[in-house]
Nanobody
Framework: QLQLVESGGGLVQPGGSLRLSCAAS????????IGWFRQAPGKEREGVSC????????NYADSVKGRFTISRDNAKNTVYLQMNSLKPEDTAVYYC?????????????????WGKGTLVTVSS
């Protein structure tokens, strides 16, 4: 089974930046749509951003648009989420997921492969 590993989370002050990485372990991501999702304590999981297999198409939740940027480097088998101007409400566990289907990415339901998550805490 495809294994995804998130990294880059940590503690950051409001207004700061972090870059999250999502890397495949022993498998290629070249033909997969990748989505980033997050879940805050006591809240439902929400979609953050998606990127097509080629990197040519992206989308973002309204809450992060203009602050977050998704990208991918298929040669490195890695997808990134650059997070700028971070707010306390961005605090959550961030997950990446992979699936051949673009249709599933907006909500994440049914996507085939998930990482275990990385914690982002935005606090002064």
């Amino acid at each position: 089974q495809l294994q995804l590993v998130e990294s880059g989370g940590g503690l950051v002050q409001p207004g700061g930046s972090l870059r999250l990485s999502c890397a495949a372990s022993g498998f290629t991501l070249n033909y997969y749509v990748i989505g980033w999702f997050r879940q805050a304590p006591g809240k439902e999981r929400e979609g953050v951003s998606c990127i097509s297999s080629s990197g040519g198409t992206t989308n973002y939740a309204d809450s992060v648009k203009g602050r977050f940027t998704i990208s991918r480097d298929n040669a490195k088998n890695t997808v990134y989420l650059q997070m700028n101007s971070l707010k306390p409400e961005d605090t959550a566990v961030y997950y990446c997921a992979a699936d051949p289907s673009w249709v599933l990415c907006s909500h994440g339901r049914g996507m085939g492969y998930w990482g275990k998550g990385t914690l982002v805490t935005v606090s002064s």
